[in-house]
Structures are given as structure tokens and as C-alpha cells.
């Protein structure tokens, strides 16, 4: 495997021919692989839309084993641990029971954060689960919640010692993946003969139809933007047939839909035929669409953040995918002083352009020492995040500050 890498070929199809749509950058924390942002770029073969970024695997790898979100339980999805992310995850595992009627398949969750799919499988009777996870604080947790077989691997360092399966899932993982085809590859190579691939991703298709946070799809792990078309050119080029593909709704914490992309593709014995790419001829429009809308809020959001006393520090609250990229605005870069707060224990401490993420507890004490306007940058968990300063402030006998959150701007959109 390559370790560097000036810019990617597609991931689909393996085309060098790609045009840009738009540069995104953010401020990350150090250390984080994705600083310096990247381009989001056009297949001119298939139509993938994709990031154009230098990272490396190993520094994806590095990243989603000592650095990633998913292992805390408070926010993370793929384990369950909230009603809405329950809901979608019972959904998959009854979609897949229609499909997969031996309840003694040998099934894998590739990437399977916290255990929340094995956990569905096993409340509807299968019972040769595994769990494979870059975490070990995800294995940890998944087989305290599930009780199966897991082993903590990259994607791309499984040993072949874990055997054979019937039937692998990759839920939500390509998006995050600098080799897709790679992945297939070692995916075929887990698979028995006339086993199944489960994929699942965001919908790519639908990002305009709900905007999250502006740009928020576009993000420092998300890398590659599926459709149906580009799920099927994808397994057909590794000589899959399809069983089907479609869209599907969940709730998101915002209790926004989020569109999600899935389908069950099925391994051929017989791998002489050709396949013929099809280009997908309606990502693009709707990829502008998106973009289109998302700078409009997000030009509302730093005409408000501007239009505030220059002379009062700002509290930025909830460090996430749009404070990254609010902090790489002028707003941040030219001099305006500014406090960093999240409640997530994998960014507290860390640091971004030299400041340090303090713990949302502390909001009080540094209100008391300066002074300072309170912004939610997380547009997705605004709510429950001026409930928790809200309750913070009235605890310690303070009056609750104002707090300016943008989550009101996403509605007609």
C-alpha cells in the first residue's frame, strides 16, 4: 500500500479524469490527518463524487484508532445507545433477515463501531456473529454488549485466521475509506462462495433535500459521496450481482431525516463477463444544489457572528464537523478572541490553532473570569446542548446568558 499519495484516482472506477466542484479546508485540531483540507471532485468516467486528499491509509488508520468519536457512547452511532439510532439499526437487521433467512450465517460487521448491529441480528436469533473493529474501546464495548466473537483490526490488516463468512456488512465505513476498492477486495476475499455484501452509506443523491449544517456532508472523515449508480458500478466491476439497492430515511439527532443509500449485492462464482460503467447523470445537479443552499445559511451564520462587539470574546460550543470549518473563516483567522468547549472526552484537551478545547463543566468559571458570547456551533445537537448550559449556569446560581445557535436556519431551506 502506497504511504504517499498526491491524489487519488477514482475510487469507483479507477479513473484519473476528474472535475473540481469546490475546496473545502478546516481548522482541525493538531495531529489530525485531514488539516489543509481537501478538493471535492467529479469522475468525468462514472460521475463519483469524491475528496481529492493527500492523506494516507496509515493515516486514516491512525486516526480512527486513536482519535475517533465512535467509542463514546453519548454521541456516537452504530451502538444503539439512542432510540433514534435503535430504530435504524433494528431496521437493517430486519431487512436483512428477509434476505438472509439461516439464522447460523456466519455474519461480520466491518467497522462495527459499539456493536449495535450485532446486537439486532442476535435479538432476532443469529448466532455466529463477529465484530471487527480499528477501537479497541469499541471491541471492548461491543463485546460487553453483544457477547460475540470480535477482534480489533484495520480494515486492511484483517489476518486470515478470523476465517470465512456468509455474509459481511459494511455500514457506514466506505465513506470513510481512502482504497474503496481495496476494501471490496478484501470483503470478496472474506466471503464464501455465493455470500452476500451488505453496504450502507449516506446518500449522496439527497444531500440538498435536507442540509444539516452547511457543508456538513462534506466533511474531515467522509471522503467518498455514494449513490445506487455508484453502488452498482462499484460491485459490478468486481462481477457482483444485485439483490437491491435503494434509499432509506432515519432521525438524526436534530430530528432531521438523513438519507441513507443500501444495497445487498451477491458473490459469482463465474467472473468472466464485462462490465459496463454507468454514468450517473443526476449527482451533479444535485451536489450544486447542496453546495448552492449551504453557503447561503452559511453566509447568514458569519454575517451574524460579525455583526457582534468586536471587543467580546466568543465561546464557541460543541467542536465538531461546522466548527471546523467555521474557524477557517476570516471571522476566527484575523484576531477575533475566542473559547473552545466541547463535552466529548476524545477533544477535550486537544488543541486547535494553539487553543485548547476546554470541557463544556468549565463554561461557568471562565464566564465568571471574562465575559463572553455564547455560540452553539453544533447545529445537529443544539437543543440538548443549550439545555445542558442552561442547567450548567441555573446549578451554579448564575443567570443564563444569552446563546445564539443556527439550527433555525436549516427550516425552508
Known amino acids: 500500500m502506497s504511504q504517499v499519495r498526491r491524489e487519488r484516482n477514482c475510487p469507483v472506477c479507477e479513473s484519473t479524469s476528474k472535475d473540481l466542484i469546490i475546496k473545502i479546508d478546516f481548522e482541525l485540531f493538531e495531529r489530525h490527518p485531514m488539516n489543509g483540507g481537501y478538493d471535492v471532485v467529479q469522475c468525468n468516467a462514472c460521475g463519483f463524487v469524491f475528496a481529492d486528499t493527500r492523506v494516507t491509509q496509515n493515516e486514516l488508520d491512525w486516526y480512527y484508532t486513536e482519535l475517533s468519536k465512535y467509542e463514546d457512547k453519548t454521541i456516537s452511532t452504530g451502538g444503539g445507545f439512542t432510540q433514534k439510532d435503535k430504530d435504524r439499526l433494528i431496521e437493517t437487521a430486519v431487512f436483512l433477515s428477509k434476505h438472509i433467512p439461516d439464522k447460523n450465517a456466519r455474519i461480520v460487521d466491518l467497522g462495527c463501531a459499539n456493536g449495535g448491529m450485532l446486537k439486532e441480528l442476535k435479538n432476532l436469533g443469529y448466532n455466529n456473529l463477529v465484530g ?102 462499484l460491485m459490478g466491476l468486481f462481477h457482483y450481482s444485485k439483490t437491491v439497492t435503494g434509499d432509506k430515511t432515519m432521525v438524526i439527532a436534530s430530528n432531521q431525516d438523513y438519507h441513507a443509500v443500501y444495497g445487498l449485492f451477491k458473490k459469482q462464482t463465474d467472473n468472466t463477463s464485462l462490465f459496463t460503467v454507468r454514468f450517473d447523470n443526476t449527482i451533479r ?118 446563546m445564539i445557535g443556527f439550527s433555525h436556519l436549516l427550516s425552508g431551506v
Open 132 to 233: 471487527i473493529d480499528p477501537s479497541s474501546a469499541c471491541i471492548k464495548i461491543t463485546e460487553e454488549e453483544v457477547g460475540c466473537e470480535c477482534y480489533q483490526h484495520s480494515l486492511f490488516d484483517i489476518p486470515g485466521t478470523v476465517g470465512k463468512f456468509d455474509v459481511v456488512i459494511l455500514s457506514h465505513v466506505l465513506e470513510h475509506v481512502l482504497n474503496v476498492r481495496e476494501t471490496i477486495s478484501i470483503t470478496d476475499n472474506l466471503l464464501n462462495e455465493n455470500g452476500s455484501l451488505y453496504l450502507e452509506c449516506p446518500n449522496a443523491e439527497y444531500y440538498y433535500d435536507v442540509i444539516h449544517a452547511p457543508l456538513q456532508e462534506f466533511n474531515a472523515e467522509h471522503i467518498n459521496h455514494f449513490t445506487e449508480t455508484a453502488f452498482e458500478n
Open 285 to 402: 445537479k444535485h451536489i450544486d444544489q447542496y453546495i448552492n443552499d449551504s453557503n447561503k445559511i452559511f453566509d447568514k451564520i458569519k454575517e451574524t457572528i460579525a455583526a457582534l462587539p468586536k471587543d467580546e470574546p466568543i465561546a464557541l460550543v460543541g467542536i465538531g464537523q461546522f466548527a471546523f470549518k467555521l474557524l477557517k473563516t476570516d471571522i476566527f483567522q484575523h484576531g477575533r478572541a475566542y473559547k473552545l468547549f466541547d463535552n466529548n472526552s476524545m477533544n477535550v484537551a486537544r488543541k486547535i490553532n494553539g487553543k485548547e478545547i476546554m470541557h463544556g463543566d468549565n463554561l461557568v468559571s471562565e464566564y465568571r473570569t471574562e465575559k463572553f458570547t455564547i455560540i452553539i456551533s453544533s447545529l445537529i445537537y443544539e437543543v440538548p446542548i443549550a439545555k445542558k448550559i442552561s442547567e450548567l449556569f441555573e446549578r451554579n446560581g448564575e443567570k443564563v446568558p444569552e
